[in-house]
């Protein structure tokens, strides 16, 4: 999924696969199956660099935490991409992203089911000449979101892989520069409201439903590592 400009993009990898995106009714969906990880694919391809927040089901990726458009993310460097496995256990590991049933999903386990099925991700450009060698930034405006609908699969909190980040500061512009989000359902359902493969006509989630960053995503009772 690009952003308008074309220069920032966001997509479901599975597989070394970029899964296929569907448009319908003004919203973007891919098709989840449950048991497959997946990795978020973030792309700059400005010459600035840039902040992207990332949220599962309502969730921040770097803390489990209800995401908010003020709390950390990754830092792109320009006409760079990143991927991204899983939820944030510390600087050095992360538990894969897969798709799983509802009860499984780690919003579900954490208590916070409301916006399962949205994925999102928002950019921010750095402030001209600040060139700080993060994870963390000054707060910005907090911008209209944009949502999805919940499903019948979430996404749960899977094996613990390494994944390595170095903190640093960034000082973000005012604006955000794009906020891209993505649905996810099983084929079934997204053939339910003729997509080829689906959807459904429900409230949107909020996939930055809440401020407050934190030190961690917790693992959800019984996980192991």
């Given amino acids: 999924m690009l ?9 479901v990898i599975v597989d ?32 600035r660099r840039a902040l992207v927040i990332l949220s599962v089901d309502g969730l ?10 003020n709390g950390s993310g990754y830092i792109l460097e320009p006409e760079s991409h990143l991927d991204v496995p899983g939820w944030r256990l510390d600087d050095q590991d992360v538990a894969h992203f897969l798709f799983d049933t509802l009860p499984e999903a780690y919003a579900s386990k954490m208590g916070k089911p409301e916006n399962i099925g949205v994925i999102g991700a ?3 450009y750095e402030r001209p ?3 700080y060698p993060l994870l963390e930034n000054t707060r910005g405006d907090f911008g209209p979101l944009l949502g999805g609908t919940k499903g019948s699969i979430g996404t749960g909190f899977g ?3 390494e994944h390595e980040v170095t903190r640093v500061r960034f000082y973000r512009e005012e604006h955000r520069a794009a906020l891209l989000t993505l649905r996810y359902d099983t084929a079934e359902n997204l053939r339910a409201i003729g997509i080829n493969v689906g959807g459904r006509n429900q409230s949107s989630p909020n996939p930055f439903p809440a401020d407050g960053p934190g030190p961690g995503c917790p693992p959800p009772k019984g996980w192991r590592e």
Wanted: net charge positive; glycine share 8%; hydrophobic share 25%.
């Fill in 16 to 47: 070394s696969v970029a899964t296929r995106e569907y448009r319908h009714e003004g919203s973007v969906f891919v098709e989840g199956r449950p048991g497959d990880e997946y990795t978020l694919r973030v792309c700059n391809w400005s010459h």
């Fill in 129 to 131: 000449h600040y060139r």
């Fill in 159 to 161: 094996r613990q892989t």
């Fill in 60 to 69: 921040s990726v770097m803390t489990g935490q209800r995401a908010s458009q």
């Fill in 122 to 124: 928002a950019f921010y």
């Fill in 3 to 11: 952003s308008p400009d074309g220069k920032l993009s966001l997509a």
